[in-house]
């Protein structure tokens, strides 16, 4: 079997990256890969456990360098438990969100300097980056929208609409700056017009 290929999706709250990830393990699997489907924070045990802690509501609040700490302890955890094992026996592995997400929540959301992220990303990711990372643009209003309609809303969920939109600035930024590794995909359509782009996309890149 071919090395495994690490697809991380991106974006703002509301713009369906875990349905998509599911359409994008069945395409994978349709050509015949072994495909993990994984998600940050998350994804093994420990990594799952730092995520309920992150994503609750505490009274004391949690300050962006708790965030971020936490957020980079699950992720050294996802990839020594799952990510990277799954690679080196050549399965593609599709994550909900990675290291493009620190930047844009904490680092642009929240103002923390990015060389403290870059920090921290050299130390839990030393050289390794995705493959490919989709990057799902939606405008903030229509996805918090979406994201309090399901019903099952997560603190990330209540932040500003001006906090969004610095998020979904910093994703595209990112993804501008290194066009060899990302793709934007325009989810504020229909789905199926959402997958139609993303069968381009993947076909391109993969």
């Not at 998509?20 to 994984?38: M, S």
Request: charged share 30%; net charge neutral; aromatic share 6%.
């Amino acid at each position: 079997m071919s090395a495994g290929r690490f697809i991380t999706l991106e974006g703002g709250e509301g713009a369906g990256k875990s349905t998509h990830g599911v359409f994008i393990r069945d395409w994978l699997q349709a050509r015949g890969r072994e495909v993990v489907l994984t998600r940050e924070p998350g994804g093994s045990p420990l990594a799952e456990e730092i995520r309920r802690v992150v994503l609750q509501p505490w009274d004391e609040g949690v300050g962006a360098e708790s965030e971020v700490l936490l957020m980079f302890a699950a992720r050294a955890a996802h990839l020594k438990a799952t990510v990277l094992p799954a690679l080196a026996a050549g399965k593609d592995v599709v994550c909900d969100r990675f290291i493009d997400s620190s930047y844009a929540y904490q680092g642009a959301g929240k103002g923390l300097d990015e060389r403290h992220l870059a920090a921290l990303e050299a130390l839990v990711l030393g050289s390794f980056r995705p493959d490919l990372t989709l990057v799902f643009d939606l405008p903030p209003e229509q996805g918090l929208a979406r994201a309090r309609g399901r019903g099952d809303a997560n603190r990330f969920e209540d932040e500003s609409l001006a906090y969004m939109r610095r998020v979904r600035e910093c994703f595209l930024r990112r993804a501008a700056a290194e066009p060899g590794r990302c793709r934007v995909i325009d989810a504020a359509p229909p789905l199926e017009q959402v997958r139609q782009s993303l069968r381009v996309a993947l076909e391109a890149r993969l």
